[in-house]
């Protein structure tokens, strides 16, 4: 059976309070289905809130290029460690409103792997670099997240070959505005090996949907 890997993106989003109350609706849904892997990426304020009890695995959103020490403000891939097992690197907001350059992402590919942190690798088409031992690639076309507008299923497919032809990839999902509704025509393409779905993730009924009609 074809691999299937579904991570939400919170990003900026959910207080504490608000946290919990998604949590407790989504523990409600159902049973969640064995054949998919499923990760959900949360600020790094609600780590600790969910790691006991989220019933899939947990990742953060970003990681600091450097070690610990001296560095204001960062979170270094060590802590991260103690509390999730994923992390984001190379998302569209974070090159484009914080300046991430392909060298800064590879400093934090390196930190994240040193102490065994699993890796989600956004990109936004074939050419973008990818750094070795990245364990999942994301496909995420700027123009798609956040807007409503989806790539197509056939486009999406085709760029994720061309990137695992290049790269040496074996696993890549899509990304960009994906929906309980659009998730299987992308689940249907041969190359596709899931989704990392941003706002559908927001609401504990439409993600369990999104995680169900992508898995059937
Ligand atoms: P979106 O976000 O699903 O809200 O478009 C996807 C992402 O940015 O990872």
Known sequence: MKSLFIAGNWKCNKT????????????HQGNLPVNAILVLCVPYT?????KA???VALG????????DGAYTGEVSAKMIKELADWVIIGHSERRKYFGETDEVLKEKVMRAKEVGLKIIYCVSDEKTVIPHDVDIVAYEPVWAIGTGKTDTPENANHVIEMIKKQWRVTTIIYGGSVTAENVASFMREPSIDGVLPGGASLNPETFFQLIIHASS
């Open 16 to 27: 504490m309070v608000e946290a919990r109350d998604w949590l407790a609706a989504f523990k």
């Open 46 to 50: 609600l780590l600790n809130v969910l």
């Open 53 to 55: 009890e989220l019933p």
């Open 60 to 67: 953060a959103q970003n990681v600091s290029p450097f070690p």
